[in-house]
């Protein structure tokens, strides 16, 4: 079955480490995006590759880091200069970058810096 | 700037009664909406959408979602809940930026608990 698999589900870090959270879509999809969720504060875009080797900052990009050197993978680095890096990560992919392509997410990871 | 609103933050219902979801937006054109659905500690699946045409639109799971430009409203509604149903739900409008980029912005969600 085609899908977004984000890995690992769960992962902790001592403050000042990097940290890499893998994405990779078998959807064949163009565009991808990384979205982080906070209680009560729905979603918000961190980054968007809207083709290979390209990708643009979202809303939240300060402390985070990307790369798309395959179509089938978007993984996202949060740095150490995220000042608040404890959230609920999520993964999406859609056909192309239109905004009448519907998401498909993956099932997210939950980082916590402690 | 794009936004969408979601009025209420917690709304429980008992099993078999009906729903309503509140959503409104701001956008200045005519704009794609969206129902998403978000069980604990999952990604988010999508419930339906709507882009043109009829503004009333069928989704997967028995979900309903009915456009009204003049309220620039877009609420969700099932007819009869089941347990299945309890879940966090998100409304979303896609907007287009001046780079061209085309994105989703999100509403901050409903969390649905349903009571026997």
């Known amino acids: 079955d085609g899908g977004i698999t984000q890995s690992p589900k769960y992962l902790f870090r001592k403050e000042g480490q990097n940290v890499t959270l893998s994405c990779e879509q078998n959807?064949?999809?163009?565009?991808m995006y990384w979205y982080r969720q906070d209680p009560g504060q729905g979603l918000r875009l961190i980054y968007y590759s809207q083709i290979v080797n390209d990708f643009q900052k979202g809303d939240i990009a300060e402390g985070y880091s990307v790369s798309r050197e395959k179509k089938e993978s978007f993984p996202l680095t949060v740095t150490s200069a995220q000042k608040n890096p404890t959230a609920f990560y999520l993964c999406?992919?859609?056909?192309?970058?239109?905004?009448?392509?519907?998401?498909?997410f993956g099932n997210g990871t939950r980082l916590t810096v402690t | 700037a794009q936004s969408v609103t979601q009025p209420d933050i917690h709304i429980t219902v008992s099993e078999g009664a009906s729903l309503e979801l509140r959503c409104n937006y701001s956008?200045?054109?005519?704009?794609?909406l969206f129902w998403y659905v978000q069980s604990p500690g999952q990604g988010l699946q999508l419930l339906l959408k709507y882009f043109s045409g009829d503004t009333l639109v069928q989704g997967i799971k028995g979900f309903e979602a009915e456009f009204k430009r003049s309220q620039s409203s877009f609420n969700l509604r099932k007819p009869s809940v089941h347990w299945s149903d309890a879940a966090e739900y998100f409304c979303a409008v896609g907007a287009k930026e001046n780079t061209g980029f085309q994105k989703l912005v999100f509403g901050t969600g409903t969390r649905l608990l349903v009571s026997p």
């Open positions: 959807l064949n999809h163009d565009a």
């Open positions: 999406a992919s859609s056909l192309n970058r239109d905004s009448n392509s519907p998401l498909h």
């Open positions: 956008y200045g054109a005519t704009p794609y």
